[in-house]
C-alpha cells in the first residue's frame, strides 16, 4: 500500500526557504503515469495547490508561486522535495504531499500532512 | 484562475437530515471538479470526481450532480461521521484551483 510521509523543519524565518521532502513507500517514484507534488493549508483556511512534477521530471506549478517554487524527484532516495524561497508569515500552512494519477485528476494518496510555520 | 464559490460556508444540520452544498465556478469547467470531505488534523479525502462519480468505498448517500458552472453535493442521510468540512476543486485548467469549504456542524 503506498504511503506517503512528510518531513521538514517546522518553523522557517521570514525570506529564507522552506524545504519540505516527502517519502514515499510502498511504491516507486519512477513509475510512469503518475505526478507527485504539493498542496498546503493555512490553519483554519481553504487549500491551495501549489504543483507537481511527473515521473519523467517536467513540473507544473501554480502561477502565483512558480517564481518561487522547486518540486524536484531524488529517484535513488525514493523521494520527492519542495523549496519554496523568500517566505513570509502568508506561507505559514500544513503542507501535504500527495500522489496524482493522471495531470487533471484529483490527488489520490495524500500524505498526513506537515505544519510549516513562518516566524522570526 | 478559475474562482470556486461555495455555499453555505457552514450549516448546521441533524443525524438524518439532507444535506445540499453548492459551488460556483466563475466560468465553465464541464464536469472537471471533484469534491473532498476533511475532518481536523487530517488530509482530505476524496469523495467524488468527474462532478458525479463516487470514488470507491465513499458510501452511497454521497452524490455529486452538475456541469459547467453549477455542482452540487448531496449527503442524502447524514450520518454522525459526515460532520466534516467539505471542498470542491476543479481540474480544467491550471491552477487547480479549491473552493473555500463548507463545515457541517451538528445542530
Known amino acids: 500500500q503506498l504511503q506517503l510521509q512528510e518531513s521538514g523543519p517546522g518553523l522557517v524565518k521570514p525570506s529564507e526557504t522552506l524545504s519540505l521532502t516527502c517519502t514515499v513507500s510502498?511504491?516507486?517514484?519512477?513509475?510512469?503515469?503518475?505526478?507527485w507534488g504539493w498542496i498546503r493549508q493555512p490553519p483554519g483556511k481553504g487549500l491551495e495547490w501549489i504543483g507537481y512534477?511527473?515521473?519523467?521530471?517536467?513540473?507544473y506549478y501554480n502561477p502565483s508561486l512558480k517564481s518561487r517554487v522547486t518540486i524536484s524527484l531524488d529517484t535513488s532516495k525514493n523521494h520527492f522535495s519542495l523549496k519554496l524561497n523568500s517566505v513570509t508569515a502568508a506561507d505559514t500552512a500544513v503542507y501535504y504531499c500527495?500522489?496524482?494519477?493522471?495531470?487533471?485528476?484529483?490527488?489520490?494518496?495524500w500524505g498526513q500532512g506537515t505544519l510549516v510555520t513562518v516566524s522570526s | 484562475a478559475i474562482q470556486l464559490t461555495q455555499s453555505p460556508s457552514s450549516l448546521s444540520a441533524s443525524v438524518g437530515d439532507r444535506v445540499t452544498i453548492t459551488c460556483r465556478a466563475s466560468q465553465g469547467i464541464a464536469t472537471a471538479l471533484t469534491w473532498y470531505q476533511q475532518k481536523p488534523g487530517k488530509a482530505p479525502r476524496l469523495l467524488i470526481y468527474d462532478a458525479s462519480i463516487l470514488e470507491s468505498g465513499v458510501p452511497s448517500r454521497f452524490s455529486g450532480t452538475g456541469s459547467g458552472t453549477d455542482f452540487t453535493l448531496t449527503i442524502s442521510s447524514l450520518q454522525p461521521e459526515d460532520f466534516a468540512t467539505y471542498f470542491c476543486?476543479?481540474?480544467?485548467?491550471?491552477?487547480?484551483?479549491f473552493g473555500g469549504g463548507t463545515k457541517v456542524e451538528i445542530k
Open positions: 476543486q476543479q481540474f480544467i485548467g491550471s491552477p487547480f484551483t
Open positions: 510502498g511504491g516507486s517514484i519512477s513509475s510512469s503515469t503518475y505526478y
Open positions: 500527495a500522489r496524482w494519477g493522471g495531470q487533471q485528476l484529483p490527488p489520490l494518496v
Open positions: 512534477i511527473y515521473y519523467s521530471g517536467s513540473t
